[in-house]
């Protein structure tokens, strides 16, 4: 009996002993915790990283469509309205001057007179679109950018500066506008989309 008490304690002892080394053996030291922390911190830091990146390049790409699609819609409008007229040479007032105008007046056969224009009126642009493109029709106006599109340019020029269908016009070339168009696209966040566009566009009346 005295044998089994002494032996007893020892076996606690060692049964201790082994299911601390077992314990220890299945765990994780403080030094792989750390690590492995440490590689899901830069794993999802180089996520996030990605997913912003990705995030900003559409929202880029969506503000770069805006910006082509009004410039596209800006000269189409202009364009086909100079097919169906010619200058309003007498709203000018004399010689349309070779440095370009920035207010194209036009007139169709029925007499009705067609005005572009750039305005910074912020009452006339859409929101957060000032300067904005202005088509006035008798005497009422209509923008034609859209909201977060700005236009930083708009020039006209003109030939022949005068009438060529006036008596004793010096020539009979065809009346054509060549249109420069700067638009500028803009979102909080994301860096702006500048769009620059020309092109020139003839009358198709004739004798007006």
Same mark, same amino acid.
């Given at each position: 009996?005295?044998?089994?008490?002494?032996?007893?304690?020892?076996?606690?002892?060692?049964?201790?002993?082994?299911?601390?080394?077992?314990?220890?053996?299945?765990?994780?030291?403080?030094?792989?915790?750390?690590? %492995?922390? @440490? !590689?899901?911190?830069?794993?999802?830091?180089?996520?996030? #990283?990605?997913?912003?990146?990705?995030? /900003? $390049?559409?929202?880029?790409?969506?503000?770069?469509?805006?910006?082509?699609?009004?410039?596209?819609?800006?000269?189409?409008?202009?364009?086909?309205?100079?097919?169906?007229?010619?200058?309003?040479?007498?709203?000018?007032?004399?010689?349309?001057? %070779?440095? @370009? !105008?920035?207010?194209?007046?036009?007139?169709?056969?029925? #007499?009705?007179?067609?005005?572009?224009? /750039? $305005?910074?009126?912020?009452?006339?642009?859409?929101?957060?679109?000032?300067?904005?493109?202005?088509?006035?029709?008798?005497?009422?106006?209509?923008?034609?950018?859209?909201?977060?599109?700005?236009?930083?340019?708009?020039?006209?020029?003109?030939?022949?500066?005068?009438?060529?269908?006036?008596?004793?016009?010096?020539?009979?070339?065809?009346?054509?506008?060549?249109?420069?168009?700067?638009?500028?696209?803009?979102?909080?966040?994301?860096?702006?989309?500048?769009?620059?566009?020309?092109?020139?566009?003839?009358?198709?009346?004739?004798?007006?």
């Amino acid at each position: 009996m005295q044998k089994e008490a002494e032996l007893l304690p020892r076996l606690w002892r060692i049964v201790y002993i082994n299911g601390s080394c077992m314990h220890t053996q299945k765990g994780f030291t403080l030094i792989e915790l750390l690590v %492995a922390l @440490g !590689v899901f911190a830069v794993i999802g830091v180089s996520v996030s #990283g990605i997913f912003l990146f990705t995030s /900003r $390049s559409q929202r880029k790409s969506a503000l770069q469509e805006r910006a082509l699609g009004d410039a596209r819609y800006i000269m189409e409008s202009i364009a086909g309205d100079i097919r169906v007229g010619i200058p309003d040479y007498t709203a000018y007032g004399g010689p349309v001057g %070779a440095a @370009g !105008v920035d207010l194209l007046r036009l007139r169709y056969e029925d #007499g009705a007179a067609i005005i572009y224009r /750039r $305005s910074s009126d912020a009452a006339e642009c859409p929101a957060s679109s000032a300067p904005c493109v202005m088509r006035d029709v008798g005497g009422i106006g209509a923008s034609l950018t859209s909201q977060g599109v700005v236009v930083d340019t708009l020039l006209f020029y003109i030939a022949p500066a005068t009438n060529p269908f006036s008596p004793g016009a010096s020539t009979l070339a065809q009346p054509r506008v060549t249109i420069v168009l700067r638009v500028r696209a803009q979102e909080p966040g994301v860096d702006p989309v500048d769009i620059h566009v020309q092109t020139t566009a003839s009358s198709r009346v004739y004798g007006l």
